[in-house]
Nanobody, 115 residues
């Protein structure tokens, strides 16, 4: 059974940084495509960053140059380093894994950017 557990969210001032973690169990992330999504109140869930098992990454235009997705295969964990945070980055952030013909989601972690 695939499970994803996010952590690292919190309250941060504009311009600050946070690193989100997504620990996976029930599968090996090195053979999976994985991504980070976010959902702000009243808005649809949107892709933030994506990492393929082949090593490619892509980012939403709104976070390019500020966010970085990375993996630690030894820890079976994916990270999202978020720098230069803006109030518009406030959302619940979700980890996603593609495998066994479907997508899996974590429970989400709240990120609030406010002074």
């Amino acid at each position: 059974q695939v499970q994803l557990v996010e952590s690292g969210g919190g309250l941060v001032q504009p311009g600050g940084s946070l690193r989100l973690s997504c620990a996976a169990s029930g599968t090996i992330i090195s053979i999976r495509d994985m991504g980070w999504y976010r959902q702000a109140p009243g808005k649809q869930r949107e892709l933030v960053a994506f990492s393929t098992r082949g090593g490619s990454t892509n980012y939403a235009d709104s976070v390019k140059g500020r966010f970085t997705i990375s993996r630690d295969n030894a820890k079976n964990t994916v990270y999202l380093q978020m720098n230069s945070l803006k109030p518009d980055d406030t959302a619940v952030y979700y980890c996603n894994l593609v495998g066994y013909g479907r997508g899996y989601w974590g429970q989400g972690t709240q990120v609030t950017v406010s002074s």
